[in-house]
């Protein structure tokens, strides 16, 4: 087990950037499968993206694909995302989520993931 706390997030305009992080300081981080996922009021949380133990796969949802970029720093165990050309649509509170079983399952399945983070707030807003 382990704690995730996720940071970065804010207030941006439109085509604005942002740059989230999650830190895993208890994770071994090198044997779990990370993701980003998101949820905005009054909807479900769904998948944004996911990379695998060593960064070798990862997953981009068609929302985010082409302007999002997930990495991760085993040694610093910190897994961030990048989020270009922000719109008022991809406002939402976004979570760090962690699965042990070593596996590439279904990685943007919320039941695929162990562990959360408490969320960091996105605002996309002119």
């Known amino acids: 087990q382990g704690v995730l706390v996720e940071s970065g997030g804010g207030s941006v305009q439109p085509g604005g950037s942002l740059r989230l992080s999650c830190a895993a300081p208890e994770v071994t981080a090198s044997s779990y499968c990370m993701g980003w996922f998101r949820q905005a009021p009054g909807r479900g949380r769904e998948a944004v993206a996911a990379i695998n133990t060593f960064g070798h796969s990862t997953y981009y949802a068609d929302s985010v694909r082409g302007r999002s970029s997930i990495s991760r720093d085993n040694r610093a165990r910190t897994v961030h995302l990048q989020l270009d050309s922000l719109r008022p649509e991809d406002t939402a509170m976004y979570y760090c989520?962690?699965?042990?079983?070593?596996?590439?399952?279904?990685?943007?399945?919320?039941?695929?993931?162990?562990?959360w983070g408490q969320g960091t707030q996105v605002t996309v807003s002119s």
């Open positions: 989520a962690a699965r042990d079983d070593g596996t590439w399952l279904e990685p943007a399945s919320v039941g695929s993931y162990q562990l």
